[in-house]
């Protein structure tokens, strides 16, 4: 079984520590204490808590096909004649984007605007992550 200390829930989250003990304090998330008294957050009622949380960014996963969403803001457009490049910080993760310098113009996309990459792709690559201490992990 795997269970995540504050932190280390904060960390995948892309939350402060500050925040999931307020969710833990108001009941949102529960949490077992350790022999420690450390507050530890079993790995299934994690992904739980994260599956409730994860709707849509934009409200419109009805309207298309794509379900992978991340709602971010643009850090960077570079065009050029033709193309163009947008990186979009969206939590913890920059996803870039090449498309038409014409798309880039007529969605308005400037560094601080808000904006939604709607991922669709029949391949997808899942790696496991190695735990970052060896603390968060029982048995």
């Not at 979009?88 to 996309?109: H, K, N, T, Y």
């Amino acid at each position: 079984m795997t269970v995540f200390r504050i932190g280390e829930a904060a960390e995948l989250l892309g939350v402060s520590a500050d925040t999931v003990r307020r969710w833990i304090d108001a009941g949102r998330l529960p949490a077992d204490r350790d022999e420690g008294g450390h507050r530890m957050i079993d790995g299934v009622e994690l992904a739980a808590f994260v599956r409730a949380k994860g709707n849509d960014p934009d409200e419109r996963s009805d309207e298309s096909s794509a379900r992978n969403r991340l709602r971010g803001i643009v850090t960077a457009v570079v065009k050029d004649t033709v193309m163009a490049q947008v990186d979009i910080q969206c939590g913890p993760f920059r996803v870039v984007s090449l498309m038409s310098r014409e798309a880039v113009d007529e969605l308005d996309l400037q560094v601080g605007s808000v904006a939604v990459a709607v991922i669709k792709s029949t391949t997808v690559v899942v790696e496991r992550s190695s735990p970052v201490s060896h603390k968060g992990r029982i048995g």
